[in-house]
């Protein structure tokens, strides 16, 4: 049974996000870390956004943005940053798929 039970997994447990909800306040930075133990120097990262924009590494833009380790950043939150952000990491052993959701106050 808990192959299926997803909140026993050793992925959600390295997921630094306080689990799957991250609670901000307006106008701070905000910095989300994607799983930790698959990263590696081979290991691709990309955010999607609430918008289902993707986003990667090493792509500069306004708003929120992927930090060479992979983590999310979004440097003064507003409102329109609220919603769910999904991370994927890829790396020649295994993928990883972790949603947050960001709400701010």
């Known amino acids: 049974d808990d ?3 997803c909140s026993n997994s050793a992925v959600n447990g390295s997921f630094h996000a306080l689990g799957m909800f991250y609670e901000a ?3 701070e930075r905000v910095v989300i870390n994607c799983d930790s133990k698959i990263l590696d120097e081979n290991t691709n990262v990309l955010w999607v956004t609430p ?5 990667q590494s090493g792509v500069q833009r306004q708003g929120p943005h992927v930090l060479l380790n992979g ?3 979004i440097q003064e939150a507003q409102v329109e940053d609220a ?3 999904t991370c994927v990491a890829i790396n020649s052993r295994r993928m990883l798929n972790e949603t947050v959701e960001v709400t701010l106050k």
């Open 71 to 73: 983590s999310l950043e």
């Open 83 to 85: 919603g769910v952000y």
């Open 3 to 5: 192959l299926l039970n």
């Open 51 to 55: 918008e289902n924009e993707t986003l």
């Open 25 to 27: 306040h307006l106008g």
